[in-house]
T-cell receptor
Framework: GAVVSQHPSRVICKSGTSVKIECRSLDFQATTMFWYRQFPKQSLMLMATSNEGSKATYEQGVEKDKFLINHASLTLSTLTVTSAHPEDSSFYIC???????????FGDGTRLSIL | QKEVEQNSGPLSVPEGAIASLNCTYSDRGSQSFFWYRQYSGKSPELIMFIYSNGDKEDGRFTAQLNKASQYVSLLIRDSQPSDSATYLCAVEISGGYQKVTFGTGTKLQVIP
């Protein structure tokens, strides 16, 4: 069964809109979740590490004020793309990891299209 | 910059054959290695993980790791058309608090 639930699966909205994406860990408590972005025909690029109860850690070049991450509980992390523009259109995927050197399990992804 | 390299392909194999996918990495401190399969338009799904040198088998899949040579491979036996996908190699970033670096993926096409 699914380990991670990500919602919504697809969003189409106008430029300037803010979009919130939810990622839920279903099988275990996740102190750490990851947010990735994938452009067409490219690999996954890590955007940020979401840490329960503390601030997210962003990768170099990712604007923390544009991509707001909240990890308020051990099973839920949210990514909000603020004032989205067409260049933010991409496939956003979250992952959860159980701990130690365990593999990451991915949500189904959210395809974001900004008109 | 920690790198993970894969041949982008496409790698075409006939149905029933063995598909061999390779990956090299630069971070000598990496201890954990993962293979994911990604169908077009979908998110990655875990195929296998390996931590120790040697082979690890799971059904039709075998992962091989050689830390001295810094490569990891995935063999798919009795390839099926449903195996056609992009295969992503992911390597743990040493000291990276569970973060991994993904390769660009190898596209596999299994010809019926």
């Amino acid at each position: 069964g699914a380990v991670v639930s990500q919602h919504p699966s697809r969003v189409i909205c106008k430029s300037g809109t803010s979009v919130k994406i939810e990622c839920r860990s279903l099988d275990f408590q996740a102190t750490t979740m990851f947010w990735y972005r994938q452009f067409p025909k490219q690999s996954l690029m890590l955007m940020a590490t979401s840490n329960e109860g503390s601030k997210a850690t962003y990768e170099q070049g990712v604007e923390k004020d544009k991509f707001l991450i909240n990890h308020a509980s051990l099973t839920l992390s949210t990514l909000t793309v603020t004032s989205a523009h067409p260049e933010d259109s991409s496939f956003y995927i979250c992952s959860v990891v159980g701990g130690g050197n365990q593999p990451q399990h991915f949500g189904d992804g959210t395809r974001l299209s900004i008109l | 910059q920690k790198e993970v390299e894969q041949n982008s392909g496409p790698l075409s194999v006939p149905e029933g054959a063995i598909a061999s996918l390779n990956c090299t990495y630069s971070d000598r401190g990496s201890q954990s290695f993962f293979w994911y399969r990604q169908y077009s338009g979908k998110s990655p799904e875990l195929i296998m993980f390996i931590y120790s040198n040697g082979d690890k088998e799971d059904g039709r899949f075998t992962a091989q790791l050689n830390k001295a040579s810094q490569y990891v491979s995935l063999l798919i036996r009795d390839s099926q058309p449903s195996d056609s996908a992009t295969y992503l190699c992911a390597v743990e970033i040493s000291g990276g608090y569970q973060k991994v670096t993904f390769g660009t993926g190898t596209k596999l096409q299994v010809i019926p």
